[in-house]
């Protein structure tokens, strides 16, 4: 069995491989440090990338309960079912092993009702309330309790931005172009990836008093290196970010109540499925590996999740850490000085011939191909999976 890829979407998933990949960065957790933090927690957007490993890193380095909500394909008639699917599925039997609770709600994360279920847990089998939520939604569509369906646009501001890509399905590069966005577009992309869908979370936990002293709520965000603000920053992605962080200072301010806090997180540029959307970024992203690695910086989704928690959120001493505007920063290790220069030496080589081996393409591919349980050791691809046999077993996250 071989993953299928059309453009830089993954078609299909290989759970075996997506076990390995659950028990590997629970055995990293496990391995690099308790983390004296929360025992309640509600992540959002569970199922891969930061909020799976964010889950991983409480559970399993701080012995946290947990609650999962996210959007998945069961297996069945049409397919062998999603990636995040199985992830939900093998972090609760891991964490059941643990003695620990791991809900799983696999429903809408912008629905009213699926806030209302959550609380209801919260109250009745979860002990009821949680100290920490984590909000990681990546999604292109938002539906809103309204029924207004918006839509977001990969875009900029101003003229046509263009540069170097890569198609993962033929593995070439291509040149790729973001055309500008309308003003309807910016705002639609914001009401999808901005702040607003967190701040009705917190709005509808607060009200219904599932949230403890202390509370504190994270949500992930990328900044970048100006090399990048085009298609970034400056473009309807970065009006989302802008919106995320604003959300942040008001949420801090209106928790000061229970003497909670609300933080932007930014990121490290990493392989997740909603970063291999972006045009433009992947490229970026394997000269970013190839530096980081040479100069033994580079961190995974899990090591830059246990770093939040352990140094950031919930340092075994003093406050919080944040710069000046009161984010997060995990990007620092991105963003040093001698780290974006070696990335723009490489960035001036690169050629639609030589990308593969001037960039840290096969790194990249690598994690790609880990997203949906492929590329692992000791499993076997060579035979085909029995979707019965699956159905039968996964059938229920």
């Not at 190839?290 to 140094?311: A, D, F, G, S, Y």
Request: proline letters at 4%; charged letters at 20%; a neutral charge.
């Amino acid at each position: 069995m071989e993953l299928i890829i059309q453009g830089n979407v993954a078609k299909n998933c290989h759970p075996e491989g997506l076990r390995q990949g659950i028990d590997k960065q629970i055995n990293y957790v496990e391995s690099h440090g308790e983390i004296y933090g929360p025992r309640k927690v509600l992540v959002i957007g569970a199922s891969s990338g930061y909020g799976l490993a964010s889950r991983i890193a409480v559970a399993f380095g701080g012995g946290a309960d947990t609650i999962g909500v996210s959007f998945e394909k069961s297996p069945g008639e049409k397919g062998i079912g999603s990636a995040g699917w199985y992830n939900n599925i093998f972090f609760r039997r891991r964490a059941h092993e643990k003695g620990l609770i791991a809900k799983n709600f696999i429903a809408d994360a912008f629905s009213d009702t699926t806030r209302n279920d959550v609380i209801a847990y919260i109250k009745q089998e979860f002990g009821g309330s949680i100290d920490l939520l984590v909000y990681s939604v990546a999604s292109g569509v938002r539906i809103c309790p309204d029924g207004t369906r918006y839509t977001s646009t990969l875009g900029v501001r101003g003229q046509a931005f263009s540069g170097p890509g890569f198609d993962l399905e033929t593995r070439k590069m291509v040149n790729q172009t973001l055309a500008p966005v309308t003003e309807q577009q910016l705002a639609d992309t914001v009401k999808v990836m901005g702040g607003e869908d967190w701040q009705r979370w917190i709005d509808m936990l607060s009200a219904a008093g599932v949230l403890a002293e202390g509370f504190k709520t994270v949500a992930y965000s990328y900044t970048g290196p100006k090399s990048t603000w085009p298609l970034y920053k400056e473009g309807a992605l970065g009006a989302a970010k802008a919106h995320l962080h604003a959300t942040a200072d008001q949420l801090d301010a209106q928790l000061q109540r229970i003497n909670g806090h609300a933080y932007a997180v930014v990121c490290k540029a990493l392989v997740t499925k909603a970063s291999a959307f972006i045009p433009m970024f992947p490229l970026y992203i394997t000269l970013l590996y190839k530096v980081m690695k040479q100069k033994r910086l580079h961190e995974t989704c899990i090591e830059q999740m246990h770093r939040l928690m352990l140094n950031h959120l919930y340092p075994p001493m003093g406050n919080v850490v944040t710069d000046e505007e009161r984010r997060i920063r995990l990007d620092d290790f991105e963003l040093r000085p001698d780290v974006q220069q070696a990335v723009e030496l490489l960035r001036k080589r690169v050629t639609t011939e030589n990308f593969k081996t001037v960039g840290d393409f096969a790194g990249y591919l690598a994690e790609f191909y880990a997203l949906n349980g492929f590329s692992m050791p000791d499993v076997d691809y060579s035979s085909e999976l029995d979707l019965r046999q699956l159905v039968k077993e996964y059938s229920h996250a």
